[in-house]
């Protein structure tokens, strides 16, 4: 008999990426065919400005999730919930009270981390009793070892589950190397949350231009706490109104178009919940070396000088030196590329992910 399992996620909107694989979950034919399902989405924002502001319709909507969860406890029965749980601030206390209603039920729990920062308040003596109320005799699924760090005070080594993330495999060739003379193409996408490094790129992108080095740099992704008149004056500010241009969101063939007219990806965020960086491996899926930071786990999906470079958060120099580097060594950048999706094949697929989560949810 299958057993039952009761899924809180999220999904898009707004796009971010536990709402990608939240959504890549529910679609699965692996786990939807292997056990008895059901999904409660527990976004209660509908775009990346609404996260973490209150409002009477999220307040609503939080009300109409313990609703469902009550009912499905009951209905559904399940023998083990999953949760996409927040790690810190307001969402951690929504979170938590789905969690005390599921032990009210003698739940099994198992906690899925898309974001980091317990260890950011283990110490404050609120935080660190709920902590322990909350992950007491449960189990957790990482998206790497290099994030144990952060749950280690609440967890044992032997409740913790490893599953990097995955995404769906759009089968992409790798484009022939440009020629040397040819303009070198950067993609930003991303929501433009300052944190993600939006004006530490705009930065590095001036000193290109002081260099007198050839470039265009395209950006795309929905408004956050960066509006698009406040990042057009900062690019106008730059003097890079000829070198850049924004997008706005990008979805389908829109966002592969600007994939595939791409040489580099640059990411340079420095966001506190920064786990993985979902949108380095869909650049990697299109053959793009990627310049990141060793935020989160980022380090685990980008090889420094073998598939991408990393770079030290916050400095747009170096950020500068490293796309200058690409820009002169068209032969490595191809290399790059060539590793990047080599090991997104490997390492990062959806059909690699559901069988690693699969497996996962078997063993529980």
Known sequence: MKKRILFFLHKPPPVHGSSIVGGLIEKSSLINSNFKTKYINIGTSSSVKQINKWSLLKVFKYCMILLKTILQLV??????????????????????????????FKKKIV??????????????????????????????????????????????????????????????????????????????????????????????LKILKKKKIDFFCDYAGGEGDISLEEFNKKVEFFGLKKNVIYHGKKFGKEKKALFLKADIFAFPTFYSYETFGIVNVEAMMYGLPVISTNEGAITDVIDHMKNGLIIEKQNPYELSKAVEYLIHNPEKRYKMGVNAQNKFKKEFTLKVFEKRLLTILQKL
């Open 75 to 104: 209905k559904f029965n399940p023998d083990i919930v999953y949760i996409a749980i927040s790690a810190k601030g307001i969402a951690f206390f929504k979170d938590a009270l789905i969690v005390f209603l599921s032990k009210l």
């Open 111 to 204: 906690f899925h981390f898309h974001n980091k920062g317990v260890s950011e308040n283990q110490d404050k003596l609120f935080y660190d009793k709920t902590y322990k109320l909350v992950f007491r005799n449960t189990k957790v699924v990482l998206i790497s070892k290099l994030l144990y760090n952060d749950v280690k005070k609440y967890f044992n080594h032997k409740n913790v589950f490893y599953c990097k993330n995955g995404i769906k495999d759009s089968k992409i060739n790798i484009k022939k190397m440009k020629n040397k003379s040819a303009k070198t193409r950067i993609l930003f996408l991303s929501n433009l949350i300052e944190t993600k490094g939006v004006f530490i790129l705009l930065e590095a």
